[in-house]
């Protein structure tokens, strides 16, 4: 358990550092993390809801802040090109970020176009049936998106890393709640840039 609690404090140390420069981009997470609570709360209740508000909210505010505001380029602080992290991203990467989301806004299309999608999904006759329709497909898609990465983790690390990368996607909205609760404050005071002396030691 030792070992399982230090190598989750790396991942999200290292999550941290090279990728939550921009306050713009830790607000946004924090609007990310409280929304996914309230869904992870639905989830018990009204899972399709639920899922809407993890996609539509809390994934789509959390991308933006990852694709149009944070530094793209050289990261000089951990001496790091955006290359490098794309390779050593533990979890998914810009491209795989892609990939999953093309997956996301298309499959409302797809639905739409063949209701019940196979007979995966309830068979949709109305506006709000076909908006809960797509909510299950949004929730066997995170679900789906989530054992897929976190198996292809085993294949290629071990484990251990899977588990840990799990952990960290399902306990992220806590945790970005303590790590980011001051950003919008320091956003409106200036402050777009986190102190690069944050990312110098852990």
């Not at 794309?86 to 491209?95: A, F, P, Q, S, T």
């Not at 679900?143 to 983790?153: E, G, K």
């Not at 890393?161 to 005071?189: C, E, S």
């Amino acid at each position: 358990m030792k070992e399982f609690l230090s190598a989750l404090r790396v991942q999200r140390w290292d999550d941290h550092r090279y990728y939550h420069h921009c306050r713009i981009n830790q607000s946004l997470h924090l609007l990310s993390a409280m929304a996914f609570i309230l869904a992870y709360v639905m989830l018990f209740t009204d899972p399709a809801l639920a899922a809407l508000i993890a996609w539509m909210v809390s994934m789509t505010s959390r991308q933006a802040g990852h694709f149009f505001f944070e530094p793209l380029g050289y990261d000089r602080v951990n001496q790091a090109s955006n290359e490098f992290k794309e390779d050593i991203k533990v979890g998914y990467n810009l491209r795989r970020k892609v990939v999953l989301l093309s997956v996301w806004a298309l499959l409302p299309l797809a639905i739409y176009m063949n209701p019940g999608l196979f007979d995966l999904l309830p068979v949709h006759e109305t506006p709000s049936e076909f908006v809960y329709s797509v909510g299950y497909a949004w929730l066997y898609l995170g679900a789906s998106a989530l054992i897929f990465r976190t198996v292809h983790l085993f294949i290629l690390h071990d484990v251990r890393t899977g588990l840990v990368w799990m952990t960290k996607i399902l306990t992220d909205p806590f945790h970005d709640i303590y790590l980011y609760h001051k950003a919008p404050w320091q956003l409106l005071r200036g402050h777009r840039f986190e102190d690069p002396d944050l990312h110098t030691s852990r």
